[in-house]
Nanobody
Framework: VLLVESGGGLVQPGGSLRLSCGASGFTFSTYRMTWYRQAPGKEREFVAGISSGGSTSYTNRVEGRFTISRDNGKSTVDLQMNSLKPEDTAVYYC????????WGQGTQVTVSS
């Protein structure tokens, strides 16, 4: 299993970023995919998830601002992040649970003026 995140960077408050996670080594279309984040000094937390059938869920902290989507043909899961706030600053990780959790290496998102 290999998960590779991309798309992080520095953005001003109120701005947008789109993260992408490329997956390989498993049958992507049959697994729920999730995004987590970890801010400095804090525990890793759930951000958003999407089932194999396309049902989505979000933490209240990002509901209405972030959108998770998947492309089973390309084996990718994206996270569109709008109206970003400084408190969204974190390393963002892609995750899949196949008996055990597999994580990507993470991508840094920094929201600052």
């Amino acid at each position: 299993v290999l998960l590779v995140e991309s798309g992080g960077g520095l953005v001003q408050p109120g701005g947008s970023l789109r993260l992408s996670c490329g997956a390989s080594g498993f049958t992507f279309s049959t697994y729920r995919m999730t995004w987590y984040r970890q801010a400095p000094g804090k525990e890793r937390e759930f951000v958003a998830g999407i089932s194999s059938g396309g049902s989505t869920s979000y933490t209240n902290r990002v509901e209405g601002r972030f959108t998770i989507s998947r492309d089973n043909g390309k084996s990718t899961v994206d996270l569109q992040m709008n109206s970003l706030k400084p408190e969204d600053t974190a390393v963002y990780y892609c995750r899949v649970l196949i008996n055990i959790p597999y994580w990507g290496q993470g991508t840094q998102v920094t929201v600052s003026s």
